[in-house]
């Protein structure tokens, strides 16, 4: 109904669809699912879907997320128009570590939080990741420029406390 709603509407829509569960689900029938969404969305290089890949309360260790996401990239229907993208949890503390190795590993985006705020032990980081990437010669795309500034509008906002041992 949404892609035929969007065909019909003048704009601009991007289409993601998530496995809840991912890192809980047999690769197979991920693949499966995932799959028949895209053929439903049929995509195209003038129109390409995300499709996100959670690691939920961190379930697989970095090493084996990154091995799924592997598995995904290069059986997935549609490659060339899907972008492949990530959503770790820091559950076990290796978000960033999970990130990482699932981008090497064929994925194309990655979601996170500022500071790694979120829900139960939090999500990625997004600024140690960006942070990380940098030092390594690849542009995140984020400005961190004035992170003193950042950090004090988040403290503030958040009423949370960044702890001092981290890198920023």
Same mark, same amino acid.
């Given at each position: 109904?949404?892609?035929?709603?969007?065909?019909?509407?003048?704009?601009?829509?991007?289409?993601?669809?998530?496995?809840? =569960?991912?890192?809980?689900?047999?690769?197979?029938?991920?693949?499966?699912?995932?799959?028949?969404?895209?053929?439903?969305?049929?995509?195209?290089?003038?129109w390409k879907v995300n499709i996100n890949l959670?690691?939920?309360?961190?379930? =697989?260790?970095?090493?084996?997320?990154? =091995?799924?996401?592997?598995?995904m990239s290069k059986h997935m229907k549609y490659?060339?128009?899907?972008?492949?993208?990530?959503?770790?949890?820091?559950?076990?503390?290796?978000?960033?570590?999970?990130?990482?190795?699932?981008?090497?590993?064929?994925?194309?985006?990655?979601?996170?939080?500022?500071?790694?705020?979120?829900?139960?032990?939090?999500?990625?980081?997004?600024?140690?990741?960006?942070?990380?990437?940098?030092?390594?010669?690849?542009?995140?795309?984020?400005?961190? =420029?004035?992170?003193?500034?950042l950090r004090e509008i988040y403290e503030r906002?958040?009423?949370?406390?960044?702890?001092?041992?981290?890198?920023?």
């Amino acid at each position: 109904l949404l892609k035929r709603l969007a065909d019909e509407t003048d704009g601009n829509f991007l289409f993601e669809y998530s496995p809840e =569960s991912f890192t809980g689900t047999e690769i197979d029938y991920a693949l499966d699912v995932c799959n028949a969404v895209l053929d439903v969305w049929q995509p195209r290089p003038d129109w390409k879907v995300n499709i996100n890949l959670p690691v939920t309360v961190q379930l =697989s260790m970095p090493h084996v997320y990154a =091995s799924q996401i592997e598995y995904m990239s290069k059986h997935m229907k549609y490659r060339e128009n899907v972008v492949l993208s990530l959503h770790p949890h820091n559950d076990r503390g290796c978000g960033v570590a999970a990130g990482e190795l699932a981008l090497l590993a064929g994925a194309e985006r990655v979601e996170g939080t500022l500071f790694g705020n979120g829900e139960r032990t939090g999500n990625m980081d997004i600024v140690t990741m960006g942070l990380n990437m940098f030092t390594q010669g690849v542009d995140p795309k984020l400005d961190f =420029s004035n992170l003193p500034k950042l950090r004090e509008i988040y403290e503030r906002c958040t009423n949370m406390k960044i702890d001092p041992r981290q890198p920023y």
